[in-house]
């Protein structure tokens, strides 16, 4: 973050809500509508912010000018109770950080740690390729967990599922890995290098590549990827003040013709033939098989260069940038193309 002392900002696993790091705290927004929740002064700076679902569990490191906490320390703090849960001291600086029900996820420049929620036991030390930016993806459904990482500057990540003991290594670029998404249920991992011109989607189930998407011809740092809860649309930020949103309808075509497992289903789906190409052919993004994986289904035009972005089932999609902007507007999943804006609100004035 760049403007008026916010230092980070990320979304909750269900999207509802916004918790962004500042000089002096954090703050708590519902997304859509934007509105702030409350404020949280604890008279110093919040560098990385986790909200563990819709939950009053947050993971908090130190930043900014005057940090709170110290680099190498990660702080799981009850927001009821007003305390500190826990503390963890790492040996170097956190990346990173990400919170499921079971599990608290550490990254550092060379190491992962993995901690267990219920006792805060150590489960697993994982060594990494160097990893200045904490790139890491990690699904949102509460029930599993599947994680990826990059493991070399060839390109290679890996993928663990934890619920299945299984891992997997998958050869996604030529270059070193500047970010990795994994859908809701653990299905689909989509990366992107340090190039920023593609986006490349894999199954999780037997790491067999799916599809290719452009996102331009010029370098770019792409540094979000998101999906929908039912993984209908991709959505991609990068520093070249678009949002860029793909159809996924390409991509479930090619998931059923590989017999790999299904992703969950909207609920009146459910019952459905598993491998039937007629599950997805209602969809919102098979609306749009025809379109061209060079080319992006809608796009968002942001004025500033960094941003995060989430995708809702009822088609909404918001932006938020390091500047503190929000951006609401609404996917045609039947024409896609320039989406106009509804509403362009600013979290620097709802925080004050």
């Known amino acids: 973050m760049q403007n008026d002392g916010l230092l980070y900002l990320s979304l909750n696993q269900d999207q509802s809500c916004l918790v962004v790091g500042t000089e002096t705290g954090f703050r708590l927004y519902d997304t859509i ?69 079971d599990r608290i996820i550490i990254v550092c420049e060379q190491r992962i740690y993995v901690y267990n929620m219920e006792k805060y036991k150590l489960i697993e030390t994982i060594e990494t390729y160097r990893n200045d930016i904490g790139c890491i993806g990690l699904n949102t459904d509460p029930n599993s967990t599947v994680m990826g990482y990059p493991i070399s500057p060839e390109g290679f990540i890996k993928v663990k599922f934890y619920e299945k003991s299984q891992e997997l290594d998958i050869n996604a670029h030529n270059s070193l890995i500047n970010c990795i998404s994994i859908n809701s249920d653990g299905s689909l991992v989509a990366t992107a290098s340090n190039n920023g011109h593609i986006i490349r989607l894999f199954c999780i189930s037997n790491g067999q590549f799916i599809e290719e998407f452009r996102r331009g011809k010029d370098k770019a740092t792409i540094n979000n990827i998101s999906f929908d809860e039912f993984s209908n649309y991709m959505g991609v930020c990068s520093d070249k003040g678009v949002v860029h949103i793909f159809s996924m309808g390409s991509v479930w075509n090619k998931v059923v013709e590989l017999g790999a497992e299904r992703t969950k289903l909207p609920p009146n789906k459910e019952e459905l033939p598993k491998n039937d190409i007629s599950v997805f052919k209602n969809w919102p993004g098979f609306l749009n098989m025809g379109a061209s994986a060079d080319k992006s289904f809608a796009k968002i035009k942001i004025e500033e260069q960094q941003a995060i972005c989430a995708i809702y089932s009822n088609n909404d999609v918001i932006a938020i940038t390091s500047t503190g902007k929000y951006y609401l507007a609404k996917i045609d999943p039947k024409k896609g193309g320039a989406l106009a804006v509804i509403k362009n609100d600013d979290l620097n004035m709802k925080g004050k």
């Open 33 to 101: 509508p934007l509105k702030l929740r409350y404020q949280r002064i604890l008279n110093g700076g919040i560098g990385i912010i986790e909200m563990m679902y819709k939950t009053n569990i947050f993971g908090l490191v130190g930043g900014g000018k005057n940090p709170k906490y110290t680099p190498n320390k990660v702080i799981l703090w009850d927001d009821y109770q007003t305390k500190v849960l826990n503390e963890f001291k790492l040996t170097s600086s956190v990346k990173n950080l990400k919170l499921k029900k």
